[in-house]
């Protein structure tokens, strides 16, 4: 069944664990997320990039996904990650998106706000969850940079939470997009501080550099979703690199995808695992 993110966030919160959100980059991975939910007895967030949105389209993209959830009877939320054109958010609102991200980070906090209670506004209508993001994460993710990561200002937090009511805030304290090679620093003094001026669920972008060793405090303090992108683009493609220089041509297209969808399958579950605290959790 497609879900808000609130409601997942809700339950997550309820139960002390943290949603997992997977970066979806083409169609071949997606039966590959519903079997790792399934098979974890766990809810998931798929997050869609503006780059993969325009590549299978938003119509495509909800009616896959609402297939599948309802097939493999798996609760999840279809979020449109980073995106600042308000238009295009808003179609994803009403293509069936459950929840989209407004992205206004790299503008002053006012602009940020005023923007961000437009998209509250049109998808709360449509009982769609917003995320929206304060501080800047940075890094570089589906070819997009942020060049400047500046960590979030617990006050300013807590103002713009007033000020927009969004359902998940974003915030930065160390992680950065595409980070694989390396482990983040966290500062989880700023972390904490947020926390506790911040009635929000907190989001973490670029899990993928997120320590396993860190998640425990993470979902102490306030932490609900974290968002995995990279390392599922990063085993997709080296996995493809061993199929397809090992194959013949007469070989089907599919023989060669099947061992990449299920190393990302592989990767879900291990990260919903340690998103759970390291138990299973009933849907
Ligand atoms: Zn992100």
Redesign the pocket.
Known sequence: MLVTLKELLEDAQKKKYAIGSFNLHNMEMLPSFFEAAKETKTPISIQISNGTAKYIGLDLIVSMTRTLAERENVKVALHL??NSDLDFIKKAVDAGFTSVMFDGAHLPLEENIRLTKDIVQYAHKQGVSVEAEVGA?GGT?DGVSVEHSNHTDPEEAAYFYKETNVDAL?VSFGSA?GQYRSKAALDFDVLHKIYEAVDAPLVL??GTGVSYDDIGVLIENGISKI?IGTILNVTYIEKGKETFSESSLDNSLRNLLIPCNDKVKEIIKEKIYHFNNNRALAN
């Open positions: 990650d980073h994460i993710e974003a997009h972008h670029g968002n």
